[in-house]
């Protein structure tokens, strides 16, 4: 599903990852954790194409989009890749069914066929009754269901969560972590999440550590950065 080698990026003199090896299978929800400045939203950014590694390859869903250009890319993130931001990411002005449909108008499907798709993804997020309201009339565990709707729409290869439940409160961050995994149970999807949060981490079917720009082996013992 997700194959990446060799991954390396700097900003200026600093080399934020060191080559970075990495394979996910689909149907995985994968956790990647790490101290802060570990490098873990810059491999997300390269995974989700959102930024180019300065070496190496991204292999997503079969295809290689290490050389393509901007708009190829662009074209293939809309396709096959669906993003979940810590805050949600909105746009105030539209109502929770309008946010659903924008990746589906991008990608050019109709109006209808983008409605029908988004008030089935409403029912299953249980949020039918809250399609007219705009983001401010929405709790944040709402917002933040509406975001994975929003993820969903055009049926992506995978999602990739930047810290999915940092703003939410204790009983919305569970709910929204056993809803990743009623959408892997139901329709095989897969999952990156890269995440603070250790309750969610043990729940994931593998958790990746990052630190110093590389990742650890599974046997290595995470000790404690000094103050």
């Known amino acids: 599903m997700i194959t990446t080698k060799n991954i390396t990026k700097s900003f200026g003199s600093l080399q934020v990852l060191k080559g970075i090896d990495l394979h996910i299978d689909k149907g995985e929800v994968v956790s990647i954790v790490g101290p802060s400045g570990a490098g873990k939203t810059t491999l997300l950014q390269i995974i989700g194409t ?3 590694p300065d070496s190496g390859s991204v292999c997503i869903d079969g295809k290689d989009t ?7 890319l662009a074209n293939f993130r809309n396709a096959h890749i669906g993003f979940v931001f810590q805050f949600h990411q909105l746009l105030p002005e539209f109502t929770a069914i309008e946010n659903i449909m924008i990746p589906a108008y991008i990608a050019g499907r109709s109006q209808k066929e983008a409605k029908a798709r988004a008030n089935d993804l409403l029912v299953f997020m249980g949020l039918t009754d809250r399609a007219s309201h705009k983001p401010a009339e929405l709790s944040g565990g709402e917002k933040q269901r509406v975001a994975v709707a929003r993820a969903l729409i055009n049926n992506p290869a995978v999602i990739l969560a930047d810290e999915p439940s940092g703003s939410l409160d204790t009983k919305n961050k569970s709910e929204l972590h056993q809803l990743f995994f009623d959408l892997r149970d139901k329709f095989g999807q897969t999952f990156v999440i890269v995440t603070h949060d250790e309750q969610l981490a043990t729940l994931t079917d593998r958790t990746i550590h990052l630190r110093d720009g590389l990742i650890l082996p599974q046997e290595t013992p995470l000790v404690p950065l000094a103050p």
């Open 50 to 52: 959102l930024d180019r």
């Open 66 to 72: 290490t050389n393509l250009s901007q708009k190829a």
